[in-house]
């Protein structure tokens, strides 16, 4: 079964510029910025431009430059908050979709969470 979208999405209208947001970096199909709740230190959002719902439907239906777009900005502000491990301290990625993966905001995206010690991967 296809994926709805509902482009009425906060994160929709974060693309379409009629809500701010606070960017981090912007490529010609993605789009990273901070997230209005950080649970750590850096706390960035990294979305593709395009129309996904989640993870699994950008994966199934994204281009592969839209893809590859995605992966390479992740890395770039990985690199740029200094947070990966060769030089850095570590970070986590988390991905919500769906009812059981508590996701509010049906627009795929990727939670880079830095700066401070994580714990564990869940906590129940
Ligand atoms: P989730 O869909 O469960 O992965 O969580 C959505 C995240 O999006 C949550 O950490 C808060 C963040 N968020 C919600 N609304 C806004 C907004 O208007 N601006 C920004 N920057 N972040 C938002």
Known sequence: MAYTYDDQNIF????????PNDTV???EHSLAFRDI???APEH???????????????AARASDAEIADF???FA????????TP?????????SNAGHDGVQE?????????????????LNS
Do not use: N, S
């Open 25 to 27: 970096r912007e490529t």
């Open 37 to 39: 709740q950080p649970q």
């Open 105 to 121: 905001v049906p627009h795929f995206h990727l939670h880079i969470l830095a700066g401070r010690p994580l714990g564990r991967m």
């Open 86 to 94: 060769d030089t850095g301290a570590g970070y986590r990625i988390i």
């Open 44 to 58: 960035v959002l990294v979305i593709p431009k395009g129309a996904y719902v989640t993870a699994d439907d950008f």
């Open 12 to 19: 929709a209208k974060i693309l379409r510029g009629e809500i």
């Open 76 to 83: 770039t502000i990985c690199a740029d908050l200094g947070v």
């Open 71 to 73: 992966w390479r900005c």
